[in-house]
């Protein structure tokens, strides 16, 4: 055994163990182990991307899972792979270049994305060194990219089965634009902000009238589009104006008055402007009615011809406030009011986002959406928690298309061939020679590429070689478990579902395990503008990646937000110190033996065995099987929780301080073998039964421990495909069972009884401040026999824990004693010889009188209407708070004071 530190190093430890672990391979799976498949796949990260808390929460997640199953004997494989995040990598590249003074333009596409291709080469991996950090345990050797040619050509593939299915159309239709980005984003790639606005109201005039709608507008230049004013057919105030004509003010363009379900008669007027080519619902309004649809500005947000003479050429914004001026000018502008609204802005840019109609490629998701709800309702993939199926059908049951089609150059290019002499569009998964209609070989690429999901939604199947019938796609498909946050249920996940139900005809993976969202202490989302956002490398430099994985996953309960501060990590921390410091215990006791202790079969105790024995084995098997219990349910703090009451309190507070008795100098040599055999076979499981989610102190700890096993290799390591060892590592070792320990109901029932007879003589010393070195006297009154003998048996335990001389049973209470109630046992502890009972009487006097005078006030203020209308409600959640522990306080100090009579 090595000398160990007397503290816990976590970076010397983590960077030798992670080094370990790439060096020998040991993350490696393979598909023709012939042990039971387990997978779970990784959301592939942007190339661009850097390791955020909501990585950091979701990997330490999975990871505990993968390293779980590899340790129960499943052949664990959890796929790594990154994303190729067009629209993300293409701005970064561009401002590269954009700060040598070049444009993409000025490269031309082959160069520029060549460009990127080299970006992607000295920098895309950096998210996966970080994630390292963290102990992820991936297969690294089986990492794939969204781009790489086998990915690619899946792309094409099913572009090319949805396109001859007629389910991949190209159309106009409004999408999100940004005019910065010069593209169609998804919604995912919004970010809606509320904007202190303004509601314009403008009047349009009837034709051959005086008289004139009055619509309102949060969006003036859009006006320029408008080829319709619309009415709720409900709404009677307007039913002498049905099928008017109005005429569009500056553009002078004749438009109807049309009535439509959609309008809202609550929102402005009830008389609302139409203009298809800029609004998603007015074009679903304009589809419904037969309506022209006019564009009014270009890609780059600028009016376009459409538009007017007055206002062609002009930026958007600069449009709004000219339309404004020229309506006022024409007493055309009746009122503004102010107005709050969320409005999208490009998640990359954070360009304002302009719906646009344009001419873009769609897939139709109704048809693929329908096998996919079926699989949820029938249970065959399962939500943790269950409540967020409900979301998943929502979303599902009022899909709509989806625009598939970016204007960019880094992506998967859109696999179809214009024939530039008949027309004819020629959709294949390679280069076509020739014009399939016409024979001619003038063909041109569409110019632009795929969206990122596209690739994304194939990820349970593409990574393992599909359409190929590989070896590994065999095996590992469906996975097991997907580990996502609520924010992409519809945007990945459904999608997910329906790439496999219509490629793979069966399920991606048998459970979404859902996690919630980081956030700040405030509740507020973490984001760079804000400045409250947590590097997950910074705490893991400052706590460490044990402590770091502690407290994400015993914060993570039943998919809840979140709440985080960086001192949260403290505990994590001081829990991986316990860790240490219990181990550096038993090394302190073993170094002192002359022979030092072989653990073969330390858990068949005799029924003579020492009650704490008895008792820490049961607990033991308690805790194996809810920690297992736990992790099947998806409730990893749960299990992680458990691992810890039942190291920090049961093993180390209660065990460890019960077993010195036995390892005093004076003790026998083979006695305190035996009990340091038992306390090592304990330690040993523990690091076991945490290793899934803190590996790196528990290998550190687990391979000091190898010199007390036969072979140095603890329980049944796994062999390798050849029939030899693995590297030693804890990874491998078998994780605990239920039945590996001897549960004892009785020895539980007599500890149970220790304990609190011992806690209440604890909290008696602490309540009446008796110092911590003057032992104490006890007496135990009605007191059954099996209680009293259990005491008897162990009164050397009861006597040092509980810092007492003696202890009595059945005599009368004695005078200026303190007293307690434990499992109707009554318990008395004289206090004249512990504390000046004077001074005591004293002190406990002005307390009471100090609380009495805070309840009062809290009282007063609380029965105020004034104080509890205008004061903050925390402020009065904290002064209602005061009262109820001020009063809990009286009890116990009144009573204190009453033994003392």
């Known amino acids: 055994m090595t000398n160990i530190s007397k503290t816990y190093d976590p970076k010397a430890v983590e960077t030798k163990w992670y080094r370990y672990w790439e060096d020998n391979n040991l993350f490696q799976a393979s598909p023709n182990s012939g042990k039971k498949p387990y997978c779970i796949l990784m959301p592939p990260p942007n190339i661009t991307g850097e390791l955020h808390m909501g990585h950091a929460l979701q990997d330490t997640l999975q990871d505990m899972l993968i390293r779980l199953k590899r340790m129960q004997g499943f052949e664990s494989h959890w796929q790594p792979g990154k994303d190729h995040a067009g629209i993300a990598t293409q701005n970064v590249v561009e401002k590269t270049l954009a700060g040598k003074g070049i444009t993409r333009q000025d490269l031309g596409r082959d160069k520029f994305v060549e460009r990127v291709w080299d970006w992607k080469q000295r920098y895309g991996n950096r998210i996966f060194e970080q994630k390292k950090l963290l102990g992820d345990s991936a297969d690294w050797t089986r990492e794939r990219f969204t781009l790489d040619e086998g990915l690619s050509n899946a792309v094409a593939k099913v572009f090319v089965h949805l396109y001859e299915k007629g389910l991949i159309y190209r159309g106009k239709y409004i999408v999100n634009w940004c005019p910065r980005c010069r593209t169609a984003i998804s919604d995912e790639e919004v970010d809606h902000k509320d904007h202190d606005h303004h509601l314009w109201y403008f009047r349009y005039p009837i034709k051959d009238s005086d008289e004139f709608v009055t619509v309102a507008t949060t969006r003036p230049e859009t006006m320029l589009g408008d080829t319709a004013v619309a009415v709720n ?252 946050g609520y924010d992409i249920i519809f945007f990945w996940v459904a999608r997910m579902v329906m790439a496999a139900m219509e490629f793979m005809d069966e399920i991606p993976f048998k459970t979404v395990y859902i996690t919630g969202m980081i956030k700040d202490e405030l509740g507020r989302w973490m984001s760079k503008s804000l400045g409250n956002g947590i590097d997950p490398a910074e705490m893991v430099e400052q706590y460490g990646g044990d402590a770091v994985r502690y407290t994400l996953i015993t914060l993570a309960t039943e998919g809840q937000d979140i709440k985080l501060t960086p001192s949260r990590f403290e505990g994590g921390r001081n829990f991986a110190n316990k860790i240490w410091n219990s181990f550096r215990f038993l090394k302190s006791h073993i170094d002192r033996l002359n022979t030092k202790p072989v653990v073969s079969d330390p858990f068949n105790l005799s029924p003579d065995a020492p009650l704490s024995d008895r008792w820490i084995v049961s607990r033991l098997h308690a805790a194996t099987e809810k920690v297992i219990n736990n992790a099947d349910k998806y409730r990893l703090n749960d299990s992680m929780m458990t691992m810890y009451d039942f190291t920090w309190k049961e093993y180390c507070d209660w065990y460890l301080e019960m077993i010195k008795v036995r390892l005093t100098p004076d003790t026998p040599e083979d006695v305190k073998r035996e009990t340091l055999t038992l306390a090592v076979a304990i330690y040993e499981t523990i690091l076991r039964l945490l290793h899934p989610g803190m590996p790196f102190i528990t290998e550190e700890l687990w391979q000091e421990l190898r010199e007390y096993y036969p072979d140095n290799l603890p329980p049944q390591l796994e062999k390798d495909r050849a029939g030899q060892p693995f590297a030693t590592s804890i990874m491998w070792a078998p994780f605990p069972k239920p039945q590996d320990f001897q549960a004892d109901t009785d020895a539980e029932s007599e500890m149970d009884f220790l304990q609190r007879i011992i806690g209440a003589i604890r909290n008696i010393r602490s309540e009446m401040r008796v110092p911590p070195d003057r032992k104490a006297s006890v007496v135990l009154n009605e007191c059954i026999l099996k209680n009293r003998q259990t005491t008897e048996a162990n009164i050397i335990d009861v006597k040092r824990l509980a810092t007492l001389s003696d202890i009595s049973f059945d005599k009368e209470r004695p005078l200026q004693s303190a007293s307690a109630v434990v499992n109707e046992v009554e318990l008395f502890v004289p206090l004249a010889d512990l504390i000046d009972i004077d001074i005591e009487r004293e002190r406990l006097d002005k307390e009471i009188n100090r609380l009495q005078k805070l309840i009062k006030g809290a009282e007063n203020k609380l029965s105020n209407d004034k104080f509890i209308n205008k004061a903050p409600e925390n402020i009065v959640v904290h002064e209602r708070e005061k009262l109820e522990n001020c009063k809990e306080q009286l009890i116990v100090v009144t009573k204190n004071r009453k033994a003392l009579d």
Not at 404 to 415: A, D, E, K, N
Not at 420 to 438: A, F, L, M, R
Not at 445 to 462: I, M, R
């Open 233 to 484: 057919p409900s709404d009677e105030r307007f039913k002498d104006l049905w099928d008017k004509t109005i005429i569009l003010p500056l553009v002078e363009r004749e438009i109807p008055m049309i009535r439509d379900e959609f309008v809202d008669p609550e929102f402005g007027t009830g008389q609302v402007k139409v203009t298809p080519a800029h609004d998603q619902n007015d074009f679903e309004m304009g589809q419904r009615h037969n309506l022209p649809s006019v564009v009014v500005m270009d890609e780059d947000g600028v009016m376009n011809d459409n538009a007017g003479e007055l206002f062609k050429g002009m930026d958007r914004f600069k449009a709004r406030d000219a339309v404004v001026n020229a309506m006022r000018e024409r007493g055309l502008l009746e009122k503004i009011e102010d107005y709050k609204t969320s409005i999208g802005h490009c998640q990359r840019c954070k360009t304002m986002i302009e719906p646009y109609q344009s001419l873009q490629w769609f897939v139709k998701m109704k048809p693929l959406a329908e096998p996919a709800l079926k699989v949820v309702r029938e249970g065959k993939i399962r939500f943790y928690p269950a409540r967020w199926e409900k979301v998943y059908y929502s979303w599902m049951e009022n899909i709509r298309d989806w625009c598939i089609s970016r204007q960019l150059w880094w992506g998967h290019r859109i696999p179809v061939w214009y024939c530039q002499d008949c027309g004819e569009i020629n959709v294949k998964t390679e280069t076509p020679d020739q014009c399939k209609k016409c024979g001619s070989k003038n063909l041109k690429q569409d110019e632009d590429v795929l969206d990122t999901w596209f690739s994304s939604w194939l990820w349970p199947f593409s990574p393992f070689g599909w359409p190929e019938e590989t070896d590994a796609l065999k095996f590992w498909y469906p996975t097991d478990v997907m580990v996502t």
